[in-house]
């Protein structure tokens, strides 16, 4: 079993940045596959970045390439979302996942879950 607790949200402003840290505990003897989704208000859970379990590999969603960064430090068993250039439309509650297999854009293809970071920004 693997928990994950992302932090870092928060208020920005449109133009700023901010980091989200996603840390797992418990049987992390293995590593897994991270993606990062996000959910606005009103609106379905939608798929933004992921890395595969070494970071030799990463991909993102159109809307968020070029302006956020995904990384991983296996050592510390964390991994993280740089978003840069944030707009308001970036706005949602952002959960990171794992799956020691999918390495997928779909949620259900990852079995752990965080409970969300609130991501609010201010045009």
């Known amino acids: 079993q693997v928990q994950l607790a992302e932090s870092g949200g928060g208020l920005a402003q449109s133009g700023g940045s901010l980091r989200l840290s996603c840390a797992a505990s418990?049987?992390?003897?293995?590593?897994?596959?991270v993606g990062w989704f996000r959910q606005a208000p009103g609106k379905e859970r939608e798929f933004v970045a992921t890395?595969?379990?070494?970071?030799?590999?990463?991909y993102y969603a159109d809307a968020v390439k070029g302006r956020f960064t995904i990384s991983r430090d296996n050592a510390k068993n964390t991994v993280y979302l740089q978003m840069n250039s944030l707009k308001a439309e970036d706005t949602a509650v952002y959960y990171c996942?794992?799956?020691?297999?999918?390495?997928?854009?779909?949620?259900?293809?990852?079995?752990?879950w965080g409970q969300g970071t609130q991501v609010t920004v201010s045009s």
């Open positions: 890395i595969n379990r070494s970071g030799s590999s990463t």
């Open positions: 996942a794992a799956d020691p297999w999918s390495f997928g854009v779909r949620d259900y293809e990852y079995h752990y």
């Open positions: 418990g049987r992390t003897d293995s590593t897994y596959n």
